[in-house]
């Protein structure tokens, strides 16, 4: 995974992630790992799934 965000934050890459972009995708990243990712959608949009 690190070496994945290092990549993409790369100045050699043509796309890559603003610091926020990253930001983000790594609080999701350890919400779905931790379990907590789909009860969060929930939350926010009560009917999801």
Not at 1 to 11: D, E, P
Not at 19 to 34: F, K, P, S, T, W
């Amino acid at each position: 995974m690190y070496h994945l965000i290092n990549r993409r934050l790369s100045k050699r890459q043509q796309m890559r992630w603003s610091i926020n972009g990253a930001h983000y995708l790594l609080q999701a990243r350890v919400e779905l790992l931790d379990g907590k990712l789909e009860a969060r959608f929930i939350d926010k949009y009560p009917h999801f799934r």
